[in-house]
């Protein structure tokens, strides 16, 4: 069975957009509400899916964690991370799944275009090469969320971390579990330049690579 | 110099007294235990002492080489907060861990 995991916090205005253009390409949707403020679930409960609740807001990670886990238990074989921002489109899902037939994971990686926040490219770029020099693993962009693994993956790329370093987390273990792995392009929309990674979210992920080269 | 060392006393007795007047408030609270209570009572009031009759430890600061009972309690108390520093990183780190296993469960069964 194919899933499609989608955290969201505060999403309020997208949140239907984002599930009823993923419909078109999957049933199973899980959305997971990590603690919102607004109404992201009852817009989600509207849409008829899978909507999971955080009574408290403990981040992506541990959102996307509490699908994947869910999915896991469901019979899921395959497993779509998809941002509930409208940052991803959902038209790629199928190309996801595609790619995901000859590898472990499937990683997106956003285009540089001038859309792209400067900060946000000089952050990425830093990190790709810190993870590169750490891990050995060549990427366009370490930060994407949009990512399909299979449940057996999974297993071996389960992060621990609650944040937005989960992302650089499940690369880490990619490289270090030596899971064959693929990127696509996709194409981004920044919908709201105050959400996502910050500057500050960027100093403990470099910090973190550095620990889980250690610590692991 | 006696009244520079005079002045740490008195400050050190203000904070003794002052943590002394938290943990009884706390207890009135019932927020701690008459066991908790009782020790952290013992070890203010063991501060207020120390901080009056240095010299009570100058068989200890002597046979370890420090030249100042001063110096002894500037260096044991940065042990003391490096180390309560370090039990409490691995509380709040084992509380993150146990909340977010509850949180998943709630949400799983409230599905």
Not at chain 1, 56 to 85: R, W
Not at chain 1, 124 to 142: A, S
Not at chain 1, 200 to 205: S, V, Y
Not at chain 2, 57 to 77: E, K, W
Request: proline content about 2%; glycine content about 6%; charged content about 25%.
């Amino acid at each position: 069975m194919k899933f499609v995991v989608i955290p969201a916090y505060n999403e309020e205005n997208h949140i239907k957009q984002v599930i009823s253009e993923t419909k078109k390409y999957i049933s199973n949707i899980i959305v997971v509400d990590d603690g919102s403020k607004d109404k992201t679930i009852e817009e989600a409960k509207k849409e008829n899916v899978i909507v999971l609740k955080h009574i408290i807001n403990l981040g992506k990670g541990a959102a996307l964690k509490t699908g994947c886990d869910y999915a896991i238990e469901h019979g899921a074989s395959q497993i779509i991370a998809l941002d509930a921002d409208t940052q991803h489109e959902p038209l790629q899902i199928p190309d996801f799944f595609k790619e995901l037939e000859n590898v472990d994971v499937v990683l997106g990686y956003r285009k540089l275009n001038k859309e792209m926040p400067s900060i946000l490219k000089l952050g990425n770029w830093f990190i790709n090469k810190i993870t590169k020099l750490l891990y050995g693993i060549t990427l366009h962009d370490t930060q994407c969320g949009y990512r399909a693994f299979t449940a057996d993956a999974y297993k071996q790329i389960k992060w621990k971390a609650s944040n937005y370093s989960m992302e650089s987390e499940m690369i880490a273990n990619i490289g270090k579990k030596r899971l064959k792995y693929k990127e696509i392009p996709i194409k981004t929309i920044y919908a709201d330049k105050y959400k996502g990674t910050t500057l500050i979210d960027g100093i403990k992920i470099v910090c973190n690579l550095f620990w889980w080269r250690l610590s692991k | 110099m006696t009244v520079g060392i005079l002045g740490i006393q008195i400050l050190g007795i203000l904070f003794g007294l002052f943590m002394i007047y938290y943990v009884f408030l706390h207890r009135k609270r019932k927020e701690l235990t008459i066991k908790e209570y009782s020790f952290w009572i013992f070890l203010w009031i063991l501060f207020i002492i120390l901080t009056l009759f240095p010299w009570l430890l100058n068989p200890i600061v002597q046979s370890i080489g420090f030249a100042r009972t001063m110096d002894f309690f500037i260096v044991a108390g940065f042990m003391f907060l490096i180390g309560s520093l370090f039990y409490i990183y691995l509380l709040v780190r084992g509380n993150q861990k146990k909340i977010e296993e509850i949180v998943r469960k709630v949400a799983f069964e409230k599905k």
